[in-house]
């Protein structure tokens, strides 16, 4: 019995924006529609850096995969929230350092399953493979998760939430989910974390947010650095700690942009 979650696929919904096409579109991407096109332009007037975050939060992603499929040897991802594939995907830069690397996404949304196909690319020597399932529900990602590519959940996994918590409003919920996760993989596994803001310079973003609550899905929420730092309550941060996303491990006169970056190890 296939142990992924059998799920029908719920209509596009080509009327009202989604986080995953607008992000795309303040990407460079093609993977939008109008209304996505119209939010994201409306949210940019409102908070102009907005397209400053995107790309420090793709770059970040990364600095951290090139980091953990290198100096840290990780050939297992499990990334949460996958998103539309654009360029410089986790696969592809993971397997670019360690072709023996595999990769799992997960995701939920009826567009990103759509371009799945995308994804399920793969070096000769590497593996990718797609999941349909919620962030919300970490422990149906983990059921479907262990059998897919033999993925070895007994061996470091890198697990990846790249602006995704920010969809999860409650906070204890928020915990509950990494804590859910990180408690399944063992000793020497990483958790890489990006989180939106109002601190960093981020006060401005606070109008855009709620206008996107009102005229979009699915609604956001930013976190303190105390709340950012408490999904990572026992693990051991790699250097150089919680930091603006555009300032992990890279030029540190780099302007900060008000995303949370940090990548920390399962002791």
């Known amino acids: 019995m296939d142990p992924r979650p059998q799920t029908a696929t719920p209509r596009i919904r080509s009327d ?17 529609y109008p209304v996505d096109r119209a939010v994201g332009d409306r949210v940019t007037g409102m908070y102009p850096s907005i397209g400053e975050v995107a790309r420090a939060d793709r770059a970040f992603l990364g600095r951290a995969v090139r980091h953990l499929a290198g100096d840290a040897g990780v050939d297992q991802f499990l990334d949460i929230g996958t998103g539309l594939p654009t360029g410089n995907n986790t696969h592809e830069i993971a397997q670019h350092t360690a072709p023996h690397a595999r990769i799992v996404y997960v995701d939920n949304d009826p567009i990103v399953l759509a371009h799945a196909r995308a994804l399920l690319t793969s070096s000769l020597e590497g593996a990718t493979e797609y999941i349909d399932a919620d962030a919300h529900r970490p422990e149906q990602i983990l059921r479907a998760a262990r059998p897919t ?24 919920e928020a915990r509950s989910i990494v804590r859910t996760l990180m408690e399944a993989v063992p000793s020497g596994s990483h958790l890489v974390l990006t989180h939106p803001t109002l601190e960093l310079g981020g006060a401005g973003n606070e109008a855009a947010m709620r206008f996107w609550n009102e005229n979009a899905t699915p609604p956001i929420t930013a976190r303190s650095r105390a709340e950012f730092a408490s999904f990572l309550d026992g693990l051991e941060l790699l250097e150089p700690g919680i930091v603006s996303c555009s300032r992990w491990r890279t030029n540190p006169r780099e302007p900060e942009v008000a995303q949370f970056g940090a990548v920390a190890r399962k002791p």
């Open 149 to 172: 590519l033999d993925l070895d959940l007994g061996r470091p996994v890198a697990v990846m939430m790249l602006g995704i918590l920010n969809f999860v409003l409650d906070t204890d």
């Open 16 to 32: 009202v924006a989604h986080n995953a096409r607008v992000w795309n579109y303040w990407l460079g991407g093609k993977d939008n």
